[in-house]
């Protein structure tokens, strides 16, 4: 048996590979092997720009998105100091107006369950379930095509194989069985997450967030945060809220023992969190964790073969960049596949796929270093999170956004940092993330991480692809300024600790960098709370 393509993974990535394999060469005979015969909800998710780009107008499924998913209202941030017992009281960052470009609230399953059945629909020929036990890449076999071992109703079949997309997540089948996955060392966090039904409304006629807004709290990605971590609630159609703690171990050592337990002490340790889940409750068994999240795979792509979605490797979810990841990975799997049956000449080929592995990395390793490295560290700090998020995204939005948007779908072709040139841009950006975790370092030293995380709420209109990117970008470096400024002057006057404590809740590990001068933030007790 043979196909021109075997897809390893029928989720998100593996039902677009499909899908848009067959759209640009319907002549192929591609074959998507999933292993499940459901979808799991695996994490109420976001997109952002990239990823909503890559869903309405790459993949066409606007029509669905808008059915079945909920239109997401921007990023919003909630901070507190020991104070801060209302939401009326936090401060808090996030546009006030309606999101310019398309973003969804994402059910996975149903998104995905739905893309799968498309690619199917377009001709794909699909096996469910179906699990690829073994691959034999085609340099392992020295032959043209690869192989593929499946296991499929109780039988182990061979599938041969002209190119293999493996989007097989973090199962990562070609590359886990080769040595290629790494974790990242330097940046080591875990997430914990449960679907809860009866999560206050933040609209809602109890709300009391602060002034009315004309974009929606609710459908926003509501982040809490602290030192080292930050929850995330994301609501779902249907009424059910995803809701889930990321948290650097260097930094932060929640309480408990399970997954639960330590889900909870975060939700409890947090009084904003805590008022949004009084009185709702988890779904039962839908808790998930991961006790590392990041890693990086050394080869993507090779001669008849390619790595798509987590199964290339994965970084950080805050800022959603997961979809985004995947949409770039798809892209270059597809053309490689296509590219591959046109092209003539072994070295031509083999010297392409060594510079897209190259460029891969630098893409990677440049999005890490840039933007995520010891990002913890500034989490809890409104003045220094609220500076960060705003370079951050207004950069995203000028050399990602508006280039995917302005020229077009062969830009997913060249994902940030993918350049040879990258090392620039790279470092430029490295080093305000680095002036802003040391002024957030020598904040919690002197007791006064989070001194302004009460009742501020600046009256930020939102990126746009016009105008608005600069603006917010303005307001990101003034706010830098001021902060250095700040920072300055506490080497003139030495301030005083906060007295009421810093943002909660916060458990330092034996081993942590930076230890507060002030009395740390009271611990909350895993037991219920009033
Ligand atoms: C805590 C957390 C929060 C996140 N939040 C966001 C967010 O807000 N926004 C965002 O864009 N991204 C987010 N992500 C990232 C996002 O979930 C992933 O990037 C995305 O799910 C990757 O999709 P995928 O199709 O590559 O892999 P998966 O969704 O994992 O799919 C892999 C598929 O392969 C199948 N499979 C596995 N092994 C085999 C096999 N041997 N044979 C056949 N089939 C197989 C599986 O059954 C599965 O269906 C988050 C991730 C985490 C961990």
Redesign the pocket.
């Known amino acids: 048996m043979r196909y021109d393509v075997v897809v390893?993974?029928?989720?998100?990535?593996?039902?677009s590979a499909a899908l848009l394999l067959r759209r640009k060469d319907p002549s192929l005979r591609v074959l998507i092997?999933?292993?499940?015969s459901e979808?799991?909800w695996?994490?109420?998710?976001?997109?952002?720009e990239v990823?909503g780009y890559f869903l309405t107008r790459v993949l066409r499924l606007y029509d669905h998105l808008s059915r079945e998913q909920l239109p997401k209202h921007g990023l919003r941030y909630w901070f507190h100091d020991g104070r801060v017992a209302r939401l009326e009281e936090a401060s808090e960052t996030g546009a006030r107006q309606l999101p310019r470009l398309p973003a969804f609230q994402?059910d996975?399953a149903r998104l995905?369950e739905h893309a799968l059945s498309q690619a199917a629909r377009e001709g794909a020929e699909l096996w469910r379930p179906?699990?690829?036990?073994d691959v034999v890449l085609p340099e392992e076999r020295g032959s043209r095509d690869g192989l593929v071992r499946?296991e499929r109703e109780g039988e182990t079949l061979e599938v041969e194989a002209g190119w293999i997309v493996d989007?097989?997540?973090?199962?990562a089948?070609v590359a886990r069985k080769r040595g290629w996955i790494r974790p990242i060392e330097e940046h080591p966090i875990s997430?914990v997450?449960a679907r809860y039904r009866d999560v206050r409304d933040l609209d809602g006629p109890e709300a009391e967030p602060g002034p009315p807004l004309p974009s929606s709290r609710r459908l926003a990605?509501n982040h809490f945060n602290g030192y080292g971590y930050w929850i995330?609630f994301?609501p779902l159609r249907g009424g059910e809220t995803s809701v889930?703690a990321?948290w650097d171990r260097r930094l932060v050592e929640p309480r408990g023992t399970t997954s639960e337990e330590r889900l909870r002490w975060f939700l409890e340790g947090n009084p904003l969190a805590r008022l949004l889940v009084k009185g709702a409750a988890p779904v039962p068994g839908d808790l998930?964790s991961?006790a590392n999240?990041p890693y990086r795979v050394e080869r993507v792509a090779g001669r008849g073969w390619s790595l798509?979605?987590?199964?290339a490797g994965?970084l950080d979810?805050f800022y959603?960049?997961?979809?985004?990841?995947?949409a770039f990975t798809v892209a270059g799997a597809v053309e490689l596949a296509v590219r591959s049956r046109t092209e003539e000449g072994a070295a031509e080929v083999a010297a392409s796929l060594d510079e897209h592995n190259r460029l891969y990395r630098g893409y990677f390793d440049g999005l890490f270093h840039a933007i995520y490295r010891d990002k913890y560290h500034l989490m809890g700090d409104y003045d220094a999170m609220t500076a960060a998020f705003l370079i951050d995204t207004a950069l995203y939005y000028f050399f990602v956004a508006i280039p995917l948007y302005k020229k077009g779908p062969e830009r997913l072709l060249k994902p940030p940092f993918y350049d040879r040139y990258a090392a620039v841009p790279r470092a430029l950006i490295g080093a305000y993330r680095r002036r802003l975790v040391s002024i957030a370092r020598r904040k919690l030293r002197l007791g006064i991480y989070g001194d302004r995380n009460r009742g501020r709420r600046p009256g930020l209109m939102g990126f746009s692809l016009g105008l608005g990117a600069w603006i917010m970008l303005l307001h990101g470096l003034v706010r830098w300024g001021r902060l250095e400024l700040a920072n300055a002057w506490t080497y003139i006057a030495r301030p005083r600790p906060l007295r009421a404590g810093m943002p909660g809740p916060i458990a330092l590990p034996e081993t942590a960098p930076d230890r507060p001068l002030a009395r740390e933030a009271p611990a909350p007790t895993l037991a219920g709370r009033p």
Do not use: C, H, M, N
Not at 33 to 36: K, Q
């Open positions: 390893l993974g029928g989720a998100l990535a593996g039902a092997l999933e292993r499940g979808f799991d695996k994490v109420g998710e976001s997109t952002v990823s994402l996975r995905d179906a699990k690829a036990v499946v989007a097989s997540g973090r199962s089948v997430a997450w990605t995330w994301i889930g990321v998930r991961y999240l798509a979605g987590d199964a994965f979810p959603s960049p997961g979809i985004d990841q995947l």
